[in-house]
């Protein structure tokens, strides 16, 4: 995040209410970019985040796969839809018992317009089974697609990164309908796209 303070960067994180750190959460954001993942663990590392992750970047990323593989992530395969749901089962249940948090992106994967995709809701399903007592917290990303809008030579400079954190949602039971209050609470504070 720092290093791209060298090309304007801001960042402008609103949180709706405090998220509790006594309970497990499941955090729910768009996709944009891969600058989407920095201030998500920066600004809830409180809450020890652990996240649903393609299994292509546990390796080959300095850092970032290293964290992946030991960090208790999730890396899934794709095209291996029973390993993947397992992966994410196993998240879950892992963060009902340490009070942990997880972070899912439903759209499957990153909108690089800004537009938001239609969720795909299974990965999300399987950790609200996994972990009962978890929050779900919507958030909603804008202006990330901006700095890759070029690819990743060069970043565009003077975006105005937003993260908007809205107040939690809590698991009644009705997974379906949790899903698509997430999904409509997400979208709506989605203001910036390509046109």
Known sequence: MRSTHLLGTRYTFRM??????????????NHQSMNDIPPLIWFFRKNHPKFVSKKELGKGIPSVSYNLRHSGAALIDRK???QALGEIAKLGRY????????VIFPEGTRSKTGHPRKFQPMGLK????????????PISIN???KLLQYGKFPYTAGIHFTIDVHAPVKNKG??????????ATITAGITSFKI
Do not use: G, Y
């Open 16 to 29: 709706a209410t405090e998220i509790p750190t006594d309970v497990p959460v499941i955090f729910v954001a």
């Open 80 to 82: 291996n839809p029973k």
């Open 95 to 102: 963060i009902e018992a340490h009070n942990r948090s997880a």
């Open 126 to 137: 399987i950790l609200l089974k996994n972990a009962p007592s978890a929050v779900i917290v």
């Open 143 to 145: 202006n990330s697609w």
């Open 174 to 183: 009705n997974v379906a309908a949790i899903i698509d209050e997430v999904e």
